[in-house]
């Protein structure tokens, strides 16, 4: 009982069943599995400032989304401690430190900062603190010893560049710092949702995402104008499962018991599907499967977002009481980091002594 979680999220916008699948719906378990000392989940705003530096408006108005979205997916401010990354300067002071212990080549090959910067057109003029996230990160991670973290596939290389942080500090210093693993989503589907009109990338852009906040209708509604099998034209043509994005939602979504409650022709998914390559399934049917699923799963996040959203101050109360909280912890191992780097000057009394006694000889 001494493993501990730290994860978090930039506020850039309401989250979606993307967010839910790779790794909310994980934490929520893991946060009530018992099996865990502490869970911090963190509000990444410094992070999202690092590439929308034209809109920090946005950041700000996303907080509260991000909050609400977390408390009514199950994140249980009793269980876990929820903060934001701004209000904790100590990440700040371990970032810097970790600076001296990371290359400039060694964050150019990060394949996470690599592709964003394409994304951004960040090449000409990349921003300093953009390019330096990844020691950031190691920062939020490490400040908490957290062992676990559950991400998305495309932060593996944020762990990988921490471990390597870790490792460097504790061969310098001294061994106070711990190396975290990721915990990745169980099955592929849940790694890599994509958005509703079979794009890889969910994005509010290209309109393609089902929020967790949408109404039981505008899920409806995304669910029966899904992308499916571009060939699939007749009920009775064989369908397809590559790249149909209801077949993927399902993988994702999908367990047995729902057969019994919405589709009990069927026994479990690898029947539908048969069914479905074989030819004689529509889509209409399996898209109100999805939806029938989608519903269940989504109602009662719903319910619990319309009861915190009537009292907001409550939600920031507790992003308060989470900040301060997980200040006293990132405090006690920049601490440890300091003493460890023999930087401690005034609480090393063994120094004062030896240094006395070094200027006391010429006397
Ligand atoms: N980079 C993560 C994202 O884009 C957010 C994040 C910041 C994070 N610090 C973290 C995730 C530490 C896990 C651990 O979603």
Known sequence: MDKIILT???PTGRLHVGHYVGSLRRRVELQNSGE???TYIMIADAQALTDNIENPEKVRQNIIEVALDYISCGLDPERSTLFIQSQIPELCELTFYYM??????RLQRNPTVKSEIQMRNFEASIPVGFFTYPISQAADITAFKADTVPVGEDQLPMIEQ???????????YAPVLVEPSALLPENEASKRLPGTDGKAKMSKSLNNCIYLSDTADEVRTKVMSMYTDPL????????HLEGNTVFTYLDAFCRKEHFGRYLPDYTDLGELKAHYQRGGLGDVKVKKFLNNILQEVLEPVRIRRKELEKDIPAVYDILKKGSEAAR????QTLSEVKSAMRINYFEDEELIRTQSER???GA
């Open 8 to 10: 978090g999220d930039r």
């Open 36 to 38: 865990y000392k502490k």
């Open 100 to 105: 001296d212990l990371v290359t400039v080549a």
């Open 162 to 172: 921490t471990r390597e942080i870790v490792h460097k500090f504790n061969t310098v």
């Open 232 to 239: 699939h034209l007749q009920v009775s043509d064989p369908g």
């Open 328 to 331: 006293e912890t990132a405090a």
């Open 359 to 361: 200027f006391g000889e």
